[in-house]
């Protein structure tokens, strides 16, 4: 059984490319090999370049390792955390309660 194909719509897809890009410019920022990189991450080389061309099909850990190694998993914890609909909502106590329908009687 072979994994199912994740479909995006195409302006997720460029983001994605976009986060793919910006860890591959950081990768060479730095001055590092592609094989250094992944060797240091403990992943493959063809993995690397599936986080560095953004393919929805890459492990979140993979990436997370990717960043540890150019110093950068700071920006990982930052993901989300400005979440200002989140916090309107929150703060409008618009949270959704699901109630039980009434329990039904010996009557009924």
């Known amino acids: 059984m072979g994994r199912k194909a994740t479909t995006l ?21 730095r001055k590092l090999s592609a094989q250094q990189v992944a060797d240091r991450a403990g992943i ?3 993995t690397l370049q599936k986080v ?6 890459t ?3 993979n990436l997370l390792q990717v960043l540890i190694v150019l ?5 990982f914890f930052a993901l989300a955390e400005n979440d200002p609909l989140g916090r309107k909502l929150q703060d409008a106590g618009l949270t ?3 109630k039980r329908a009434p329990r039904k009687t010996a009557e009924s």
């Open 44 to 46: 493959s080389r063809t």
């Open 71 to 75: 110093g950068l998993e700071n920006d």
């Open 59 to 61: 492990a979140l850990g």
């Open 96 to 98: 959704v309660t699901r």
């Open 52 to 57: 560095e061309s953004g393919d929805p099909s």
């Open 9 to 29: 719509l195409p302006k997720h897809s460029r983001l994605l490319s976009g986060v793919g890009e910006n860890v591959r410019l950081a990768r060479l920022r």
